[in-house]
Structure formats: C-alpha cells, structure tokens
C-alpha cells in the first residue's frame, strides 16, 4: 500500500499533504482551500481535495500513532456531539490530567457497546498506559461499560472511577478545538467520512499540543508528515 500512495495522482504529493494538513489543522473550508491554491497557480477543485482528505487522514493517523510520547494514567472521558447525515451522532474523546489526547472513537450511538469499543481501543493503543483513575460524567452506559471492563479484566480492578462533571472540565474545553473544525463541515455525510475525516483532526490537534516530540515548530511539522508519509514510509 504504501508505494502506492500517490502513484497515479495528478498532483505533487507536497501540494497534496498541504491541502491535507491545513484542512485538517485549520477551520477552512474545502471552497477555502481551492481559493488559496488558486492564488498559488494550482487548479484543483473542493471534490478532489475533499476525496484526499478521506484518503490520506487514516494513512496520517496511523503512522503518526508511532511517534506519540506516552499519556498519564489519570484519564478524563466524556462524549460530544457531531452530526452524521442530519442526524446527532457522539465522539468520545479522552485526554490526560496534563491535557493529553488519550484517544478518539466516532459512534452513531451514545451506548454502553460504544463505550466499551472506545475504552478497548484506547487501551490497545501503544502510548497509553493503564489507567489510575477514569473521570466521567455521570451517564449510566459509561458507568456501566468501565464496570464490565474492569469485570473481565481489560481494566484492572484497581483502576477507580469518578464521577465528577467539575473535573472532566479538561476534556470539555479540549473538545473545543474538534468542534471548531467539525462546525464548519455543517455535518458528515456517512458514518466512514466523518470517522476518517476526525482521526486527522484530531491527530493533528495532538501535533498541536505537542504530543509528537519530534515536532517543534510549523517548519518541522512539514518536514515530518511529509517523511513519514513518503512513499519509502
């Protein structure tokens, strides 16, 4: 797959991870983006940028993954709303006690199944560590998902969980930075865009906060995505 990444395209890869990188990074639209690459002398139109952020955002995501330094142990978990195909869907999100993207899982429902299948997949992520303490809200589904975890010893009986609203303020201004992309975006089309479109928002904001330590500055972000999205990666 990887040799294969943008063998066939009509455009650089550079120009292509640009559009990428500031679709996902910025609040701009993909009109926003054709505009600006028009002022560069680059014709491309909103369907085929919009069909590279598709494309290329799990890629990014998934190769990023490696990179990201290691999260507490102190987690703060909570849901918020984004719209699929005009109707309310949930993204749970996660973060550390220091503000630290733990993990991110798109579901149509607000369930305890959904809550379950987000705490496997931030468990299963390589830099994560076992949690000492979940925060939550006190909705019942959530409750009830870390009590069966803990039960069949995904999470270990030791781990504690709160339920304190106040506390979970960390995640609930950290969704602020997703929620202004996701506003502008006036609602996904399907279930499979609107996850892959978010795996590389939110990849992209735990560039933002400094969780891939290689990454300093602006000039080094480029220079990273585009290293580990070469065709060689």
Not at 46 to 69: A, D
Not at 161 to 172: D, P, Q, T
Request: positive net charge; aromatic residues 10%.
């Amino acid at each position: 797959m990887s040799k294969s990444l943008f063998i066939w395209k009509h455009f650089e890869k550079e120009i292509i991870l640009l559009c990428v990188r500031w679709y996902l990074k910025y609040p701009l639209s993909y009109r926003n983006l054709v505009e600006m690459m028009a002022e560069r002398g680059i014709n491309v139109t909103h369907t085929t940028i919009m069909r590279w952020v598709h494309q290329y955002s799990p890629v990014l995501e998934e190769r990023m993954r490696k990179h990201l330094r290691k999260t507490n142990d102190s987690w703060r978990l909570d849901e918020t709303y984004i719209n699929i195909k005009g109707k309310d869907a949930y993204l749970y999100r996660a973060v550390d006690s220091a503000g630290d993207t733990i993990d991110f899982y798109v579901s149509e429902r607000r369930t305890k199944k959904a809550a379950k299948q987000f705490l496997k997949k931030a468990l299963k992520a390589k830099h994560n560590q076992m949690p000492r303490v979940i925060t939550t809200d006190r909705y019942n589904a959530t409750e009830m998902a870390i009590l069966e975890e803990t039960y069949y010893g995904d999470l270990k009986c030791t781990t504690e969980h709160r339920m304190c609203k106040y506390l979970n303020n960390i995640v609930e201004q950290d969704h602020r930075f997703i929620k202004r992309k996701t506003r502008r975006m006036l609602g996904f089309k399907s279930y499979e865009t609107a996850k892959r479109t978010i795996s590389g928002i939110e990849i992209m904001h735990m560039i933002h906060k400094g969780q891939v330590e290689r990454i300093r500055c602006v000039h080094s972000e480029v220079q990273f995505i585009n290293k580990i999205m070469s065709d060689a990666a």
